[in-house]
């Protein structure tokens, strides 16, 4: 079964993309061993990816000339909007683009009013990211590897199909990292 939902990925995945085959094939890899280690369905999975895709393209057409910086992020058909713009007219036409997208059930508009973030800042969130990750990784109490982690601006947004009890003790992590000034729970929840 795992099989077949590999091929299948690696068939869209080709079907898709144009260019060489090698990197076509170990991104289809790459995405098969992702989809095994999520909670999402094969075609959610995928779903968020051309979602995200989309939502880029749109903003991309709408906002040519440099707008901001726009991160797209989509979890179970929820997408996640981080980075800043340069006013409110843009953060609001922002989510109203991505709420076009075909199958997005939800839009979280992080979007800040603000100058573009430097470069040790994006580093920054990204280190944030990496030891949330890995003290999540760590716990097994918590399913690291079925949380989202995105950091912005010091604050870490966490997204996922979590119980009660993982959504607790992932909270309690991103809270108590060094460097994390706010968590944003972005979860759904299962039994």
């Known amino acids: ?60 057409e709408a906002f040519p000339k440099n707008a901001g910086n726009i991160s797209t992020t989509s979890y179970n058909r929820q997408v996640l909007l981080t980075g800043q713009v340069q006013d409110e007219t843009i953060r609001t036409r922002a989510g109203e683009i991505v709420k076009g997208v075909p199958d997005v059930r939800a839009v979280y508009n992080e979007l800040s009013v603000s100058g573009i973030t430097s470069l040790t800042s994006d580093a920054n969130d990204t280190a944030i990211t990496s030891k949330v990750k890995a003290r999540m990784l760590r716990d097994e109490k918590v399913p690291g590897t079925k949380i989202k982690i995105v950091t912005e601006a010091a604050i870490v947004y966490l997204m996922g199909l979590v119980t009660q009890d993982e959504a607790r003790i992932a909270t309690e992590i991103a809270r108590t990292t060094s460097g994390v000034t706010k968590v944003v729970t972005l979860f759904e929840y299962i039994n």
């Open 1 to 60: 079964m795992k099989t077949l939902m590999q091929i299948a990925v690696a068939g869209l995945v080709l079907s898709q993309l144009q260019g060489c085959a090698t990197a076509v094939l170990g991104g289809a890899a790459a995405t098969g061993t992702a989809v095994a280690l999520d909670r999402r369905t094969t075609g959610v999975f995928v779903g968020d990816q051309e979602i995200e895709l989309r939502a880029r393209n749109r903003l991309s």
